[in-house]
């Protein structure tokens, strides 16, 4: 079945970074859309990045220019580089997995990120 594990996270100052990653296995990587979520304490989940089978990425305005999403079809992982981190990044942090044509998604079980001097 659809596996997918985070790992990177932690603690950082204000301005540091840090690198996730997420491994994926179970399913066909390279013909999966991967996506990066973050879920602050009190608030919704929502969408940080994207990054296509075919290598295309998009992101939520709060992000562009400081994180970098990528892909390893060889090592199945999805990377997510985070610089210039804030304070209001700090979250828990999913990677999920699309099926191209597919409206069921399968998720990550989250990895925490805190930003705190």
Not at 20 to 31: D, H, I
Not at 56 to 61: A, C, G, L
Not at 66 to 94: C, G, H, P, W
Request: aromatic share 12%.
């Amino acid at each position: 079945q659809v596996q997918l594990v985070e790992s990177g996270g932690g603690l950082v100052q204000p301005g540091g970074s840090l690198r996730l990653s997420c491994a994926a296995s179970g399913f066909p990587f390279r013909s999966y859309h991967m996506l990066w979520y973050r879920q602050a304490p009190g608030k919704q989940r929502e969408f940080v990045a994207r990054i296509g089978s075919a290598g295309f990425t998009n992101y939520v305005d709060s992000v562009k220019g400081r994180f970098t999403i990528s892909r390893d079809d060889a090592k199945d992982t999805v990377y997510l580089q985070m610089n210039s981190l804030k304070l209001e990044d700090t979250a828990v942090y999913y990677c999920r997995a699309d099926a191209p044509g597919s409206l069921i998604p399968s998720w990550g079980q989250g990895i925490q990120v805190t930003v705190s001097s």
